[in-house]
């Protein structure tokens, strides 16, 4: 299952109620809430584009103003060709 | 507690993603001993847009198995942008173009590398005998490498003997490139990416950052929330995610910029805000060539002819161009123009604009780069750190290779053209050829390109890195052109795309990581990579396959590289155009460690961040100030530039504008960011943005499927009212990168009289309920 690591940057006053949302998706953990504003979560799912996809519900959180990714690993899915998305999710 | 390979990956993740945000001491502590076991970390630039972001590329048993932002990289401080996830499907979609494929009929069958390039070589050469040179081309784009880009002109332009030789780059910033060269005399930005931690106040015409250039954005965010004097103004025709986060939305018609622009520097000119000393020093003033036409018809002949004025002559011209003038043509309120005059003007605030597509892709898209040029000019607000024009770029190498090695009809390296004898002349002998080999006749450029295969003119056309099948507007015609067969036509590929389904030969290509490359961005950074996996199957570079072409046609001697030295000794050939221009490159070796280096680079191997300062530029000496040294007189110039209508504006029966544009998720056409199962996922196909009151009007509700038409095709979309996009009433807007719905069918190939590039970002349309 691929891995990444993302920052959220939250419009400030955002980032407490960000951290709860996104805690609460399926394959999001969050790891930790800094003083500027800023959510650390990392995103696990079965395919690279199930991934994608929950970085694109948290770019879609109320006061999320973007979602970057620090780091990707899909080790496993590149073995079995699946990096492109097309493996069974 | 045994910790398994998943724990120590969420730790490494977990880790970098702590130190990107500047908080490296709160990391798990487990990450250090994971750190990523058996990965093999190297650099490299973004596969994808003109930011230029560094990343590191982990491989494991020959196949990329990770992805980071480069703790390293100035660019991007060691985060990605959302398509950085699309960074490992880029090499490993199931559908790799993995051997020669040459048409038979309505099949493409395999074939053999010889039997393609053979195939190709007697076509060409059966086309220049026959009909000459000039019935050749090859059309490439900004994401060649400076390698491929590099090898492309000298074979075309010095070899075959034709400036048939055009960038996909024509269709984002030949509007940019223009304006650069008659304003200042050279190619590029003076500023550079410092400038957005630096200024306090950016002005955003028609350029949506947060989604086009997000790591930019993320900067200018970073900026803001750090320093409250900070103000984004966003100037477009659709509210987006750059419009939530900026302290000023000002909502303009499509065109509007042209009188918008004029309007604040006429509040300039009245008020005598300008800068006098400055203007009188470093300016000086031009006029163009009015009521050009806009390219619909074929060989239409058009250019801009100088003629200097004066400063008074300049503000003669400019007093009709008040307020209320501009007003009732952009939309924006005279009171509001009054208010960004005084912006542009106020000496306590570092003042940039940032500008892209909205402004390029736009039939008098020089027109606006200069009157954009002109309120810098007007009050001296430009040389200095954090108060410059950025003009922001799409692809991650239209700098580096389509501008500045000069893949362009009408261009050699570093700002050179063809009609210049002496640089034909300087050309030839870096190349070791007769000048006399360099044609003085500007080739066909894009629109022309393709039109010239619809008249049977162009015989042989060689597509690199690009989808233009899917990309031209005005598509229908030039598909159909193609698809009769009017010409031969091969495309250098990665993945089958809408280019390839109309080819006569595919040749599979080597991409990114794949083979060794440069690429230079938006701030004038090249940056260097090694191949680090090998292509599957038989792709191959598309250097080698040029020139293996090359030596079929007898032109193999273009390429006296070893194979050893085979990259560094066409860096330092393409190198040698560059010195002493105020465009050095450096050796090929100092961008081996480095996260790139911004040109001009000076004698010590440092580079340079601002152009034309002392401060910092080797071309300017001490005390000089700033000088704007490649402009003749090393003036700049201010060009008076009216205001004048689109090609096709609604009307009764084709009531709404139509705009199309890019997403955050997807690049381009999708080929590397798209591979299909995406499609049917969070975001699906393009969808058509439309206002919730003209939607009202229409009985369209959220998700409907409506028709949309314009006089040259119709499409059907589904309706998305609310969504990410909010046009303006009247405005409606799509997104270019669904194969499965050629949105540019739609759109008219009128472009710029003077830079060629067309306008995606206006035409008229009427909507039904389909
Ligand atoms: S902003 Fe552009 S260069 Fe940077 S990670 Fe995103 S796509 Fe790549």
């Given amino acids: 299952m691929p891995v990444s690591g993302v920052v959220i940057r939250c419009q400030p006053g955002s980032e407490v109620q960000i951290a709860e949302q996104a805690g609460q998706l399926e394959g999001v953990e969050v790891h930790g809430v800094l003083p500027d504003g800023q959510v650390i979560a990392v995103i696990e799912a079965v395919s690279v584009n199930a991934e994608a996809d929950l970085a694109t519900k948290l770019q879609q959180l109320e006061g999320a103003i973007s979602i970057q990714v620090a780091y990707h690993n899909f080790e496993d899915v590149a073995h079995e060709g699946g990096a492109d998305g097309t493996d069974k999710a | 507690m045994e910790l398994t390979r998943r724990d120590f990956l969420k730790a490494s993740a977990a880790a970098a993603a702590f130190a990107a945000a500047g908080a490296p001491v709160l990391a798990p502590r487990i990450a250090e001993a994971a750190d990523d076991k058996g990965i093999k970390w190297d650099k490299a630039p973004c596969r994808y847009c003109g930011v230029g972001c560094c990343v590191l590329v982990g491989v494991k048993n020959g196949k990329i198995v990770a992805t980071k932002g480069d703790p390293a990289g100035p660019v991007n401080k060691g985060l990605n942008c959302i398509k950085g996830y699309f960074l490992s499907k880029a090499l490993y979609g199931k559908d790799r173009l993995t051997h020669p494929l040459i048409r038979k009929g309505n099949k493409m069958v395999k074939a053999s590398w010889d039997e393609a390039l053979d195939l190709i070589a007697s076509k060409y050469k059966e086309a220049i005998a026959k009909t000459g040179p000039d019935s050749v081309a090859i059309y490439g784009s900004g994401q060649w490498t400076v390698f491929e880009g590099y090898t492309a002109v000298k074979l075309f332009k010095g070899g075959i003997g034709t400036n048939n030789v055009e960038p996909n780059a024509r269709l984002c910033m030949a509007s940019a490139v223009v304006a650069f060269m008659n304003t200042f005399g050279s190619d590029e930005p003076m500023g550079c990416y410092d400038d957005l931690d630096l200024g306090d106040t950016f002005i955003l015409w028609g350029a949506n950052m947060a989604e086009a250039h997000p790591v930019l954005f993320s900067r200018l965010i970073d900026n803001k929330l750090k320093n409250p004097k900070v103000k984004i103004i966003d100037i477009a025709t659709r509210r987006t995610r750059t419009t939530q986060m900026a302290d000023d939305y000002i909502p303009m018609y499509p065109q509007g910029d042209l009188a918008a622009l004029n309007g604040i520097a006429h509040v300039i000119l009245r008020d005598k805000l300008y800068d006098e000393a400055f203007v009188a020093k470093h300016v000086s003033f031009k006029r163009g060539t009015e009521n050009q036409p806009y390219g619909l018809k074929d060989k239409e002949a058009a250019g801009d002819k100088p003629e200097n004025i004066d400063f008074a002559k300049y503000k003669e011209l400019m007093k009709p161009f008040t307020p209320e003038w501009a007003e009732k043509l952009s939309g924006i309120p005279a009171a509001k123009i009054e208010e960004l005059a005084k912006l542009y003007t106020d000496k306590s605030r570092k003042v940039n604009t940032l500008w892209t ?414």
Avoid at chain 2, 409 to 424: F, Q
Avoid at chain 2, 619 to 626: H, I, N
Avoid at chain 2, 749 to 762: G, H, L, R
């Fill in chain 2, 357 to 770: 597509m909205g402004v390029n892709q736009h039939v008098r898209g020089v027109w606006v780069n200069n009157l954009i040029y002109n309120l810098h000019l007007l009050t001296g607000k430009i040389g200095k750190k954090g108060e410059n024009p950025l003009s922001l770029t799409g692809q991650p190498s239209a700098c580096g290779t389509a501008r500045e090695v000069g893949t362009f009809a009408h261009r050699l390296p570093a700002d050179m053209v063809v009609m210049n004898e002496a640089h034909r002349k300087k050309t030839a002998e870096i190349w070791k050829i007769d000048p006399a080999k360099i044609s003085p006749k500007v080739g066909l450029h894009t629109i022309e390109m393709y039109r010239a295969i619809d008249r049977g003119e162009l015989k042989c056309l060689w597509i690199q890195c690009t989808n233009p099948f899917q990309s031209i507007p005005n598509l229908s015609r030039y598909r159909k052109a193609a698809e009769a067969r009017k010409a031969f036509i091969v495309v250098s590929e990665i993945y089958p795309t809408k280019s390839t389904e109309v080819a006569d030969v595919i040749l599979p290509s080597a991409c990114w990581v794949e083979k060794e490359g440069m690429y230079g961005n938006t701030e004038r950074r090249n940056q260097q990579w090694f191949k680090m996996v090998e292509p599957p199957g038989q792709a191959k570079e598309d250097t080698w396959q040029l020139i293996e072409f090359a030596k079929r046609l007898g032109l193999g001697h273009l390429f006296p590289y070893s194979q050893k030295g085979f990259y560094k000794e066409m860096w330092e050939e393409y190198r040698s155009f560059t010195i002493g221009t105020g465009k050095d490159l450096a050796p090929y070796e100092t961008y081996f460690k480095v996260r790139g280096l911004r040109w001009p680079v000076k004698a010590n191997g440092q580079e340079t961040r601002w152009r034309y300062v002392d401060f910092d530029d080797p071309y300017v000496k001490p005390g000089e100030g700033l000088k704007f040294y490649k402009a003749p007189g090393n003036k700049a110039s201010i060009w008076y530039r009216p205001y004048e209508p689109p090609a096709e504006s609604p009307d009764k029966e084709y009531p709404f504008w139509y705009c199309t544009g890019r997403l955050l998720e997807h690049w381009h056409t999708a080929t590397m960011t798209g591979r299909v199962p995406e499609l049917k996922r969070a975001m699906p196909g393009a969808t058509l943005e439309i206002h919730p009151e003209d939607a009202a009007r229409l009985g369209i509700k959220n998700r409907d499927k409506v028709k949309v038409s314009s006089r040259r095709g119709s499409i059907i979309l589904t309706a998305e009212i609310n969504g990410r996009g909010k046009p303006e009433k009247g405005n409606v807007f799509t997104t270019f990168f669904d194969e499965t719905k050629l949105i540019n069918d739609l759109c008219i190939d009128a472009f710029d009289p003077i830079s060629k590039e067309p306008d995606f970002k206006k035409c008229a349309v009427k909507i039904e309920k389909a």
